[in-house]
């Protein structure tokens, strides 16, 4: 089957990756978690670890074996890259191609790997110029965008911006692995 690197960031919504991550290692796919230092404040790495059987990456400096860069070792054995949930902050650093974390300097080095990105933010941060202008470069450069819903948020707002269902997502993917 395939590899699946899958970027956790720092919304709500991330207890909804680990529900892909198990299916997906169901079916058989190996599931590489990288989650970024917000995303940790919201879901523990140890439940993905348990749900992928794969160590979960969130340091970048970490200490690694010498004959091993990680952050090219993991973009390099991945076939495609799914961040989900997606803060405007990490579309806003891949579309800046700022690479400062474990997971913004993965997703650089994956080279013409597909890339699913799945937005959960505030409507208002979903709308706001800045995001939009980061989400239209990344789909020029060929990111794939499975597009927020508008539903109840966990602000109590009700607006487009809530992560789309994992059913949707999960189906995005699969088609693009064949």
């Known amino acids: 089957m395939s590899c699946i690197l899958l970027g956790v960031t720092g919304s709500i919504a991330a207890y909804k990756a680990a529900g892909m991550a198990d299916r997906l290692t169901k079916m058989g796919h190996s599931v590489q978690v990288i989650m970024t230092a917000s995303a940790r404040e919201f879901i523990a790495p140890l439940t993905f670890q348990t749900l992928t059987h794969h160590k979960v990456y969130t340091d970048l400096f970490e200490e690694i074996a010498y004959e091993d860069v990680r952050h090219i070792s993991l973009a390099k054995s991945a076939d ?11 579309i806003g650093k891949l579309a800046s191609g700022i690479a400062d974390d474990m997971l913004s300097t993965v997703l650089m ?13 505030n409507t208002a941060m979903y709308e706001h110029p800045a995001t939009q202008r980061n989400v239209a470069s990344l789909k020029s450069w060929g990111c794939i ?5 508008e539903s109840l948020l966990a602000c109590g707002d009700i607006g487009k911006g809530a992560l789309a269902d994992p059913e949707d997502i999960l189906k995005t993917v699969l088609a693009l692995l064949g």
Do not use: Q
Request: hydrophobic residues 60%.
């Open 80 to 90: 495609l890259a799914l961040v989900a949930p997606a803060t405007a902050n990490i």
């Open 145 to 149: 965008f499975v597009e927020p819903k």
């Open 109 to 121: 080095a994956l080279g013409n790997k597909p890339v699913v990105i799945c937005p959960a933010m």
